[in-house]
């Protein structure tokens, strides 16, 4: 288990903008999800897709959102290389920029320690390249 803090990234975009992308499916893709399927749990959004891992193979994933417009949200990881992950995505307004920080425990039934944490934040830096390409194109 590793607590990651992920602060200091800003989207070049005001914190509206950002969050019109959270809450827009058509918009807010992400290449990286092979064949995203998007359910609703309740009051939760809840997405499934497949990852392509470093040794070449897919790993299936599942992840419940918990929205808190316009602060942020949290995310479950249900299923996956970081089952039992918790976290907490929070924006902090900067004109027209938006700060982002992550914060949370991620377990795994497949990586330990170092792995863990490179994983994490490999997975990090590729959300936050993709949503800043989605942002590009809204």
């Known amino acids: 288990m590793v607590f990651i803090i992920d602060e200091g990234s800003s989207f070049k975009a005001p914190m509206s903008k950002v969050w ?3 809450q ?8 990286s999800q092979i064949n995203p399927q998007f359910s609703m749990d309740g009051e ?3 997405v499934s897709f497949d990852v392509k891992m ?28 970081f089952a039992g992950s ?7 307004p900067k004109g027209n920029e938006t700060g982002v920080t992550v914060v949370g425990e991620f377990t ?3 990586l330990s320690g170092e792995q863990l ?3 994490v934040m490999m997975s990090l830096e590729t959300a936050f390249k993709e949503d800043s390409e989605n942002l590009k194109r809204m």
């Open 20 to 22: 019109q992308l959270v």
């Open 86 to 92: 918790r976290s907490v995505n929070y924006y902090t």
């Open 117 to 119: 944490k490179q994983g």
């Open 54 to 81: 470093q040794d070449g193979k897919q790993a299936h994933n599942k992840i419940r959102m918990t929205l808190f417009p316009p602060v942020g949200f949290s995310l479950e990881y249900l299923e996956g290389p």
């Open 44 to 46: 939760h959004p809840t």
């Open 108 to 110: 795994s039934p497949m």
């Open 24 to 31: 827009s499916p058509q918009e807010h893709l992400h290449p």
